[in-house]
């Protein structure tokens, strides 16, 4: 198997399950289905396990932990640091999935926190975007997923906070 096989498709599933997550909000809603939510959780901890194996697989595998070609990298093609900033994003999401990080947080703060998800799956579509050099198909695909999710909670914070607005009155 080539090594340039299994980062793209390391990449694809980290990005699969970024938009799976980003779905279950609104599939919740529109299906009327709440129990959709325990799934949540372990969706974004999948996005954050292919993640790793996509980061992985370019440090070990296709650089060898060489740091200078690594750095050279970063400076030479913006699609690199695009991504890793996308995986750094995800770090914090994984770190504190737990009930116990919620306690700890609150849950207003662990949910701004979980927010950096819509960052997260933004670069890493512009990471992809950005790779591809003839075939943008893929990529724009996802993005167009992720722009269509992000739309839809956009539209319901307006919604709701329209509603809100009008009750007071």
Same mark, same amino acid.
Request: proline share 2%; hydrophobic share 50%.
């Given at each position: 198997?080539?090594?340039?096989?299994?980062?793209?498709?390391? #990449?694809?599933?980290?990005?699969?399950?970024?938009?799976?997550?980003?779905?279950?909000?609104?599939?919740?809603?529109?299906?009327?289905?709440?129990?959709?939510?325990?799934?949540?959780?372990?969706? #974004?901890?999948?996005?954050?396990?292919?993640?790793?194996?996509?980061?992985?697989?370019?440090?070990?595998?296709?650089?060898?932990?060489?740091?200078?070609?690594?750095?050279?990298?970063?400076?030479?093609?913006?699609?690199?640091?695009?991504?890793?900033?996308?995986?750094?994003?995800?770090?914090?999401?994984?770190?504190?999935?737990?009930?116990?990080?919620?306690?700890?947080? #609150?849950?207003?703060?662990?949910?701004?926190?979980?927010?950096?998800?819509?960052?997260?799956?933004?670069? #890493?579509?512009?990471?992809?975007?950005?790779?591809?050099?003839?075939?943008?198909?893929?990529?724009?695909?996802?993005?167009?997923?992720?722009?269509?999710?992000?739309?839809?909670?956009?539209?319901?914070?307006?919604?709701?906070?329209?509603?809100?607005?009008?009750?007071?009155?």
């Amino acid at each position: 198997m080539r090594v340039e096989f299994i980062t793209h498709e390391t #990449g694809d599933w980290t990005l699969i399950f970024l938009v799976l997550t980003l779905s279950v909000t609104p599939a919740r809603r529109l299906l009327g289905r709440p129990e959709l939510t325990r799934y949540r959780r372990m969706l #974004g901890l999948f996005a954050f396990f292919y993640g790793c194996l996509h980061f992985t697989t370019y440090i070990w595998f296709d650089k060898f932990f060489d740091i200078a070609a690594m750095l050279k990298d970063v400076r030479e093609r913006k699609f690199i640091t695009m991504g890793f900033a996308g995986f750094v994003l995800m770090l914090p999401l994984a770190l504190t999935s737990t009930a116990g990080w919620i306690r700890r947080l #609150g849950g207003k703060r662990w949910q701004m926190l979980h927010r950096l998800i819509y960052l997260s799956a933004i670069a #890493g579509v512009v990471h992809y975007y950005w790779l591809v050099k003839s075939d943008i198909r893929k990529p724009v695909f996802y993005g167009m997923l992720v722009a269509l999710l992000l739309l839809y909670r956009l539209a319901a914070s307006m919604r709701r906070a329209w509603w809100r607005g009008t009750l007071s009155s």
